[in-house]
T-cell receptor, first 111, second 111 residues
Framework: DTAVSQTPKYLVTQMGNDKSIKCEQN?????MYWYKQDSKKFLKIMFS???????INETVPNRFSPKSPDKAHLNLHINSLELGDSAVYFC??????????FGPGTRLLVL | AQSVSQHNHHVILSEAASLELGCNYS??????LFWYVQYPGQHLQLLLK??????LVKGIKGFEAEFIKSKFSFNLRKPSVQWSDTAEYFC?????????FGTGTRLKVLA
């Protein structure tokens, strides 16, 4: 029944490591997003894909690379993790003009 | 550049008090407007949305919001808050494929 799912839910890792977060939606939506929510709860869009094509790429370090193997999946790979990458990462999906449906979030802690 | 401003960062109310959270945006074109709520430890969920038509929209849990085009505002209201309304509230504006979220308002309702 889960509409938007993310794995893992928690991720604790060392600086310099490479990690991936996966996102899947079963709503049939065309558009998917990655957001970063920092410790002050500020929510900032990072990327958006529409039908597997990148349509929004905000000012994000190129250590972050999204990949969309199909329109139901949008994964986020992070290279050379830094302390400042610690945050909650939310995946979301939406029909083109509709409401966003958020995943449960992935809490990333970089030590 | 497009932006969304939420004027109240922290609001503390007693149960049964009335609530109004401000949201202003800067964008001259057609927009869709949303309020999302994030309960402690959870992901964002839609409270209500405005696309067109009646500028007074009603959402879940007794919330409503009024779109005032001339003021570029979309304020959230609830006549009588409950302890369970304690959460973070985000206003969001959508144009084309891009969502912009406000910085959020943290509401604490005292029992």
């Amino acid at each position: 029944d889960t509409a938007v799912s993310q794995t893992p839910k928690y991720l604790v890792t060392q600086m310099g490591n490479d990690k991936s977060i996966k996102c899947e939606q079963n709503l049939g939506h065309d558009t998917m997003y990655w957001y970063k929510q920092d410790s002050k709860k500020f929510l900032k869009i990072m990327f958006s894909y529409n039908n597997k094509e990148l349509i929004i790429n905000e000012t994000v370090p190129n250590r972050f690379s999204p990949k969309s193997p199909d329109k139901a999946h949008l994964n986020l790979h992070i290279n050379s993790l830094e302390l400042g990458d610690s945050a909650v990462y939310f995946c979301a999906s939406s029909p083109d003009l509709g409401t966003q449906y958020f995943g449960p979030g992935t809490r990333l802690l970089v030590l | 550049a497009q932006s969304v401003s939420q004027h109240n960062h922290h609001v503390i109310l007693s149960e049964a008090a009335s609530l109004e959270l401000g949201c202003n945006y800067s964008y001259g074109g057609t927009v869709n407007l949303f309020w999302y709520v994030q309960y402690p430890g959870q992901h964002l969920q839609l409270l209500l949305k405005y696309f067109s038509g009646d500028p007074l929209v009603k959402g879940i849990k007794g919330f409503e919001a009024e779109f005032i085009k001339s003021k570029f505002s979309f304020n959230l209201r609830k006549p009588s808050v409950q302890w369970s309304d304690t959460a973070e509230y985000f206003c969001a504006v959508k144009s084309t494929y891009k969502y912009i979220f406000g910085t959020g308002t943290r509401l604490k309702v005292l029992a």
